[in-house]
């Protein structure tokens, strides 16, 4: 059978708890190195499509000494678990928002400052550069997880509802709104006077469908993907934080590698992020029509009137101090000055 992406993806769609088919595309013998990446997202977003690509070239690079497994969709458990079982050495890789590694890695959390990035160009300038270079060593000080030099991308984030439009932020007062694990978005809709309850990915869909909240925030491929326009009427522009997921790995696992599997795994780590941020990129911005014509109600948004909230709850002052002086003048090296 002749593999694409395509069918390696649908493949994958229909297998119960397992990794996607890359492995015995080469009828490859056993392996020295089994690899184990998970993740959150459904097998047809973007990141899934790159990392079924990527493990098939990873797999071929090492002539079969690697067995790279792609474990999509919550299958190996949900963020909590799988952040968990990568700093044990349980997984190899995993790919996770900045945000929530933030409940480990406190400072990782500033990529997510609200409204922070005017656009991508900005986002990519930070995080290829002092910004990414300062997390990463956060990250690194954990002693047992590193990152990936390229983040990989999620997106701008937008806001969900069962029950009406978010036009201002007003209408998110006593909204019971789920959110990712994180201190952060804690702090950012309790800023916005909303009811915020921390939920793992995992139970999202659930979540919304059995009305234990009525919104959630994401951008539209997650939206898309996870068919959340199933369980979610309204869907209001606001873009108000960029997120991404770092590819972080397990550093006992990694450096049991030798030096010439390690570049190959790094290599197409960092290509395929590259890739898979140009398919979100323009993913997010086609999906708008498609959701619309899947009978959402979409409407956009004053991003100043919501920045304008934060910054009389302090957010941004508060958020300055918990990060200290010197990450915070590197954020705004990019962003220009926030408060
Ligand atoms: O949990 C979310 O909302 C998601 C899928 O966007 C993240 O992994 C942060």
Redesign the pocket.
């Known amino acids: 059978m002749t593999l694409t992406r395509r069918n390696l993806v649908l493949g994958a769609g229909a297998a119960a708890v397992s990794a996607l088919p890359v492995g015995a595309a080469f009828g490859q013998a056993k392996a020295e190195f089994a690899l184990k990446y998970g993740n959150?997202?459904p097998v047809t977003h973007p990141m899934n499509v790159r990392a079924a690509e990527m493990a098939v070239k990873i797999n071929a690079e090492s002539k079969g000494r690697i067995a790279f497994e792609v474990y999509p969709n919550n299958q190996l458990g949900n963020?909590t678990d799988m952040l968990s079982q990568t700093r044990s050495g349980g997984m190899d890789f995993f790919t996770?928002?900045p945000?929530?590694l933030g409940t480990l890695v406190p400072a990782a959390q500033i990529s997510g400052v609200g409204f922070a990035f005017k656009d991508y160009s900005q986002v990519w300038a930070a995080m290829d550069g002092d910004l990414g270079a300062h997390v990463r060593k956060q990250i690194d000080g954990t002693g047992s997880l590193f990152a990936f030099e390229k983040i990989w991308d999620?997106g701008y984030r937008q806001i969900t509802t069962s029950t009406k439009a978010v036009n201002t932020p007003d209408d998110l007062k006593g909204m019971k709104i789920r959110i990712?694990p994180s201190p952060f978005w804690v702090s950012m809709f309790k800023a916005f006077e909303s009811s915020p309850a921390t939920i793992?990915?995992a139970e999202?869909y659930s979540s919304l469908q059995t009305k234990v909240v009525d919104a959630?925030e994401?951008?539209l491929a997650?939206i898309a993907t996870a068919k959340l326009n199933e369980v979610q009427k309204f869907c209001s522009i606001t873009n108000h934080m960029w997120?991404g997921?770092w590819f972080l790995g397990n550093k006992k696992s990694f450096d049991r590698l030798p030096a010439d599997l390690q570049a190959i795994v790094t290599r197409n780590v960092n290509t395929a992020g590259l890739s898979q941020r140009e398919d979100v990129r323009k993913l997010n911005g086609s999906l708008l029509t498609d959701l619309q014509g899947k009978g959402m109600a979409i409407n956009t948004t004053n991003a100043e009137v919501f920045r304008a909230k934060l910054r009389s709850a302090n957010f941004y002052s508060d958020w300055n101090k918990k990060f200290g002086p010197d990450a915070w003048a590197i954020l705004e090296k990019y962003t220009g000055k926030l408060v």
């Open positions: 959150n997202l963020d996770l928002s945000l929530i999620n990712p793992n990915f999202v959630q994401n951008p997650i997120d997921f």
